[in-house]
């Protein structure tokens, strides 16, 4: 039978058009494209300014930046996170603290904030993880009144929601991710959101080598003014050519989100009964479901890696779970780990991430969950896909 991916892209002519109109333009660096996408972003988000970077990783490393964190801070971030989480502060010097996360959520929560917070912390980096949102507002509550900074990691976030907004409209500075395993994409690039003038001017300038002078603005004029290096900055741009990409996915995304919603209650009918757990909207917001993880627990007839071995033998590519940054050799030695990081380890352990993208048919969810747990999925499960697009 045919492979079923664990993710895979929705791609089509509209975005081969776009990149076309962009290579005829003759301007395919940032240009009018990356401005036109960080308006429309900030508008779907609902914030004040968008910065467009060359992946979500280098809009992390900014956010913090423009955050204030400098050597010898403490940045407390989750492990169980992709290491890029743990990295941005890294890259300045700062250490990495780790926190533990909720069981149900995945997500950093304010009882595992405090255990993890240090007298030196300057900030902390909450993460959205596999699109499920984080309680924002209970989480500054622990911050604000210490003047630690919080910069949410929305990664895998976008088409989530927190109380009602889009995730990150409340945060003060978010970084995003547009890989292909996103529910929009980019190929690469990232993008920071802020709601403050003065952090989205110093990011601009920042991701393009500390010029006073955007490159955009130099070669639009048949003279250019001469610019000036203010500080020591970075070559973070996205080019033209993935902005005119983004800017297709984006007025596609409600689509997408409805589509993945729609394929993850027929997952949760399906495996309710069958002693896996799987991830759910939190009581504060609804989830993209960017990753669609299932826990198994200890009692389960067969464990994680035998399911995963089960699905690879049937040509299904599932994933394991979330990994735990603390354990990995780059951050073995380092004194970041000073709370209990059980849950982290268990859901790391003992979690799998099942295939869920845009295109993915009812058959293929049946047949990823036939062979998972060794049973027919039941007609109840079945759902309605009237006005299915892809």
């Not at 003759?26 to 914030?47: L, N, S, T, Y």
């Not at 009964?273 to 389960?300: C, I, K, M």
Request: aromatic share 6%; hydrophobic share 40%; charged share 25%.
């Amino acid at each position: 039978m045919s492979r079923i991916n664990v993710m895979q892209p929705w791609l089509g002519e509209e975005e081969v058009t776009a990149v076309a109109e962009v290579i005829r333009s003759g301007w395919v660096a940032q240009g009018p494209r990356v401005a036109e996408f960080e308006r429309a972003f900030a508008d779907r988000q609902q914030v004040g300014y968008a910065v467009a970077t060359s992946s979500c990783t280098t809009a992390l490393h900014l956010a913090l930046v423009v955050a204030g964190v400098r050597a010898g801070d403490d940045v407390v971030v989750p492990s169980f996170s992709f290491i890029a989480t743990a990295n941005a502060a890294t890259y300045l010097g700062a250490r990495p603290v780790f926190a533990d996360v909720d069981p149900a959520t995945g997500n950093v929560s304010p009882e595992t904030l405090r255990a993890a917070l240090t007298g030196r912390t300057r900030a902390v980096i909450v993460v959205d993880q596999g699109g499920v949102p984080v309680d924002l507002v209970a989480l500054r509550d622990v911050c604000d009144p210490r003047g630690v900074a919080v910069v949410e990691d929305a990664a895998c976030a976008i088409g989530s929601t927190y109380r009602g907004r889009p995730v990150g409209a409340g945060a003060d500075v978010t970084a995003w991710s547009f890989h292909p395993r996103k529910l929009l994409t980019t190929g690469e690039g990232g993008m920071l959101t802020t709601r403050s003038a003065e952090w989205a001017s110093q990011a601009r300038r920042l991701r393009e080598h500390g010029m006073s002078v955007s490159a955009a603005d130099r070669h639009a004029q048949v003279l250019a003014p001469a610019e000036a290096y203010l500080e020591v900055g970075f070559n973070y741009r996205m080019t033209d050519l993935q902005a005119a990409v983004g800017l297709v996915q984006l007025r596609r995304l409600d689509d997408v989100v409805r589509r993945r919603r729609e394929l993850a209650a027929r997952y949760h009918r399906a495996l309710d009964g069958t002693g896996l757990r799987a991830v759910r909207d939190p009581a504060w917001g609804t989830t993209n479901y960017q990753s669609f993880w299932v826990e198994v627990p200890p009692e389960h007839p067969v464990d994680r890696d035998g399911l995963l071995a089960r699905l690879a033998e049937a040509g299904i590519s599932a994933r394991r779970g979330i990994m735990a940054a603390h354990r990995q050799p780059a951050y073995a030695g380092r004194d970041g780990v000073r709370t209990d990081l059980s849950t982290t380890e268990r859901l790391t352990d003992r979690t799998l991430i099942l295939p869920l993208f845009h295109e993915m048919t009812e058959d293929q969810l049946d047949r990823v969950v036939t062979v998972l747990t060794g049973t027919v999925v039941p007609s109840s499960a079945r759902l309605a896909t009237s006005g299915r697009e892809g």
